[in-house]
C-alpha cells in the first residue's frame, strides 16, 4: 500500500494546483504568498469551537447590467455550506448592492439561512463590528472582496474608483479579535496588504495604483478566487479526517454549477472580466473552473498528486 503523504505535503501540492495565471501576471503574488493555505487551514482546523463570518461581493458598474461579479459570492456559498455541514457557524457581510448575489449564491449551495449583513453605502459600520463581536465570530474570510488602496478608494482592475458602490468592509476585516484570512486574484482584494506593495506594482497592471492595503494573517493568491474557496474546502478535508467526506461532498460539480446558476440568474451577477450575465467566472467557461475542483477533491481523495 503507499503511504499517504503529511498533510502538510498535501495541503501545499493543493495550493500549487490553483496557482494557474490566468492573464493577470501574477505568478509573483503567488511566491509571495506561498504556505498560506496550510496556514489558513490549520488555524480554522484548530479552532474548537470556531465561528465563521465570510466577506464578499465585488460590484461591477459597467456591467451589463451592473451587478456583483460571480467569483466571490460562489466561493463564499461553497464554503458557507461546508462550515455549516461540520458545524461551523458562519454568517456573511456585504454591501446593498452586491446583498442579492450574495443571497442568490447561498440559496443555491442550499444554505439560505446563513444570515447575512447588509451595509448600506456610507452607513456606519460599528453595529455591524458588534454583531460579528457578540456572535463569536473567531475568523473572518474575505473572498474577491475589493479593499482599500494607499490612498483610499478601493479600485477595480481598470484602476476605477468603485467607492461609491461599495462599502469600506476592510474595517471590519480587521476590526477583531477575529483572526484573519484573505483570498484574493488580483492584488486589489482586501488582504492583500500582507504583500509589499511593490511587488503588486511591478506584476499587475495598475499595480501601483489598485494594491490593496489591508493585510490578512493568512493570505491565499489563486488564479480565480473561487478555487481558493475549492483549495481551502480540500485542505481542511485533508487536515481533519472526521469532517473529510463531508467536505469533498462539497466539491462536486453538481453543487458548483447550481450556485452559479442561481447567482447569475437570480443574483443577478455578472462575469467580472467580459461584464456579460454568463456562466462564465472571470471569462472562464465552468469547465475549466470544475476541471480545478475536481483535481482538489481528486487529491485529496488519493492523498498523493495526481
Not at 446583498?99 to 456606519?124: H, K, N, Q, T, Y
Not at 474577491?144 to 471590519?172: F, H, K, V
Amino acid at each position: 500500500m503507499e503511504r499517504r503523504p503529511d498533510p502538510h505535503a498535501l495541503i501545499d501540492r493543493i495550493e500549487r494546483l490553483i496557482h494557474v495565471d490566468v492573464g493577470r501576471n501574477i505568478t509573483g503574488l503567488f511566491d509571495a504568498a506561498r504556505g498560506a493555505l496550510w496556514s489558513a487551514a490549520s488555524a480554522l482546523a484548530r479552532t474548537r469551537p470556531a465561528r465563521v463570518g465570510l466577506i464578499t461581493g465585488f460590484y461591477v458598474p459597467q456591467g451589463s447590467p451592473p451587478a456583483a461579479e460571480t467569483d466571490g459570492p460562489v466561493g463564499a456559498a461553497l464554503l458557507a455550506k461546508g462550515f455549516e455541514a461540520v458545524g461551523i457557524p458562519c454568517r456573511v457581510a456585504t454591501d446593498e448592492p452586491c446583498r442579492s448575489a450574495c443571497a442568490a449564491s447561498l440559496a443555491g449551495a442550499g444554505v439560505p439561512e446563513v444570515p447575512i449583513d447588509v451595509v448600506a453605502i456610507g452607513a456606519p459600520l460599528a453595529p455591524l463590528i458588534e454583531t460579528w463581536r457578540y456572535a463569536g465570530i473567531t475568523h473572518a474570510i474575505a473572498i474577491e472582496r475589493c479593499g482599500r488602496s494607499a490612498d483610499g478608494p478601493p479600485r477595480n482592475m481598470r484602476g476605477q474608483d468603485i467607492g461609491s458602490y461599495t462599502a469600506p468592509l476592510d474595517d471590519l476585516f480587521t476590526a477583531g479579535p477575529w483572526d484573519t484570512i484573505a483570498i484574493g486574484d488580483g492584488g486589489n482584494e482586501i488582504g492583500m496588504g500582507a504583500i509589499s506593495r511593490s511587488v503588486i506594482a511591478g506584476h499587475v497592471a495598475h499595480g501601483e495604483t489598485i494594491a490593496c492595503v489591508t493585510a490578512a494573517r493568512h493570505l491565499i493568491v489563486a488564479g480565480v478566487s473561487n478555487w481558493g474557496a475549492y483549495a481551502l474546502i480540500g485542505a481542511l478535508a485533508a487536515l481533519r479526517e472526521d469532517w473529510r467526506g463531508t467536505l469533498l461532498a462539497c466539491l462536486d460539480e453538481t453543487v458548483d454549477r447550481a450556485v452559479l446558476e442561481a447567482t447569475v440568474e437570480h443574483g443577478p451577477a455578472v462575469d467580472g472580466v467580459s461584464r456579460l450575465r454568463t456562466l462564465t467566472v472571470d471569462n472562464l467557461d465552468i469547465a475549466t473552473h470544475h476541471r480545478i475542483l475536481r483535481m482538489v477533491r481528486t487529491m485529496v481523495e488519493r492523498g498523493h498528486a495526481i
